[in-house]
């Protein structure tokens, strides 16, 4: 029992090394498309006293906070893959005493996959003389806590929503979960117990006896702080990742990640002919697929018929109607994802205009307009505004509601013909 219980730590440890190094480089790409934000304002884009103002806050506050965060990072990966290689080397010692068989074990993440049945939409699509349902990819917004490549919980649970109202559950994609699935933790505090074999099995004794009470401790009281700390640093690193997808367009690492779980899931379920795709993103989702319409139909030809966000405060509206019919759903009472900034202009003032508000708030009001897209009012003529009334008692609980709201359903079905015949 002790011996796996080590094993179990050295791994959660190993893990969290990993993940503050994925952190400060996370950081390291903010800093940077900060910087060049920066220098697209500061090279003319923005003149007068409130630029000056709000240029000497960047260099003097901002700038030197972000490297101040970068080199924390890095030296709590350092900390802790030391930390890490104790207990490595406690096993290793114990295991030249006394070796209980290989004791090894392998978890692979799961993962799920929904193949097309083909010539059943053929034959049903000729049949009534009507399109194919569209292929529908759901994404999700962030502080995931699902493995790497499993498809995020509330994607997957939308999808049954969707399926248990007729829509045939082959057509819907629960993407995996992105933004920040790989950032929470949950650590155990250890419950190590000391030996006494003696003789011979003494370094026994001695590797997991004598330490054993400061272990405990020590591996106790730090995981209720790494488990807490991790809940608000993932939702921070979570909205400043939403920025960047929306700074970064194309290039942005959901963004792109997600393209190419679309474009293996399309090898794999070929459309069918006069078939198109949907995007569907939650919260920070919705910055994503407000990317890929042009990603999709300009690389592989696909015919994106719309991009619907749910409770998405940020999303590029400006560039996604150019290909698709673009639906912005939001709750009344969901004060997180009401639909703040549509516009593609917006890309050049929100990354300062974000870090302003954080750390320079007094400078906030001369990049809102900017962030905002004030100066072009019409941008979103063409956006498709819908308003739910969950009325589930919090923000949160409004904010999550999407996932099963008959309002989104009969949004969906009146506001795509391809939709309408395939949802009762």
């Known amino acids: 029992m002790g011996a796996e219980i080590v094993q179990a730590q050295y791994d959660q440890l190993t893990q969290v090394a990993s993940r503050f190094g994925k952190q400060s480089e996370v950081v390291d790409q903010i800093n940077s498309q900060i910087r060049q934000s920066y220098d697209s304002l500061a090279n003319g884009g923005w003149m007068g006293d409130a630029a000056k103002a709000f240029f000497n806050e960047m260099q003097s506050e901002i700038f030197p906070v972000m490297q101040r965060l970068t080199s924390v990072l890095r030296e709590a990966q350092t900390v802790t893959q030391q930390i890490s290689s104790v207990f490595q080397q406690a096993e290793q010692e114990a295991s030249?005493?006394?070796?209980?068989?290989?004791?090894?074990?392998?978890?692979?993440?799961?993962?799920?996959s929904f193949s097309a049945a083909a010539q059943g939409f053929a034959a049903g699509a000729a049949a009534g003389n009507q399109l194919p349902p569209p292929r529908m990819y759901i994404v999700n917004g962030i502080n995931a806590k699902d493995g790497d490549g499993v498809p995020h919980t509330d994607?997957?649970?939308?999808?049954?929503?969707?399926?248990?109202?007729?829509?045939?559950?082959?057509?819907?994609?629960?993407?995996?979960?992105?933004?920040?699935?790989?950032?929470v933790t949950d650590l155990k505090g250890t419950d190590l117990k000391g030996t006494n074999h003696?003789?011979?099995?003494?370094p026994v004794d001695w590797l997991t006896g004598a330490g054993a009470g400061i272990v405990n401790k020590v591996t106790g009281a730090g995981a209720g702080i790494v488990n807490g700390g991790s809940q608000l640093f993932n939702t921070v690193v979570g909205v400043s990742e939403v920025v960047q997808e929306y700074t970064m367009q194309d290039q942005g690492k959901y963004t792109r990640e997600t393209y190419a779980n679309i474009v293996n899931d399309l090898k794999q379920n070929p459309l069918l002919p006069g078939q198109t795709v949907m995007m569907?993103?939650?919260?920070?989702?919705?910055?994503?697929?407000?990317?890929?319409?042009?990603?999709?139909?300009?690389?592989?030809?696909?015919?994106?018929?719309?991009?619907?966000?749910?409770?998405?405060?940020?999303?590029?509206?400006?560039?996604?109607?150019?290909?698709?019919?673009?639906?912005?759903?939001?709750?009344?009472?969901?004060?997180i994802g009401q639909p703040w900034i549509r516009s593609d202009e917006g890309r050049n003032f929100i990354t300062p205009g974000l870090m302003t508000g954080i750390l320079a708030p007094k400078s906030l009001p001369f990049?809102?307009?900017?962030?905002?897209?004030?100066?072009?009012?019409?941008?979103?003529?063409?956006?498709?505004?819908?308003?739910?009334?969950?009325?589930?008692?919090?923000?949160?609980?409004n904010h999550n509601s999407y996932w099963s709201s008959n309002e989104v359903v009969s949004i969906l079905k009146n506001s795509y013909p391809q939709v309408a015949p395939y949802l009762k």
């Open 367 to 397: 990049v809102v307009p900017g962030v905002l897209g004030a100066d072009q009012a019409s941008r979103d003529a063409g956006i498709n505004y819908f308003t739910t009334n969950a009325n589930a008692g919090n923000p949160i609980s």
């Open 280 to 335: 569907i993103g939650h919260s920070g989702g919705g910055a994503v697929v407000s990317n890929l319409a042009p990603m999709l139909e300009n690389n592989l030809g696909v015919d994106v018929s719309g991009v619907v966000t749910m409770g998405s405060p940020v999303a590029n509206a400006d560039r996604a109607m150019q290909y698709a019919k673009f639906l912005s759903i939001s709750d009344k009472g969901d004060y």
């Open 155 to 183: 994607s997957a649970a939308f999808r049954q929503f969707l399926a248990d109202r007729g829509y045939d559950p082959n057509q819907i994609v629960a993407m995996p979960a992105i933004y920040n699935t790989n950032y």
């Open 198 to 202: 003696g003789g011979w099995l003494s």
């Open 96 to 112: 030249k005493v006394m070796t209980f068989g290989d004791g090894g074990a392998s978890a692979g993440n799961g993962s799920t």
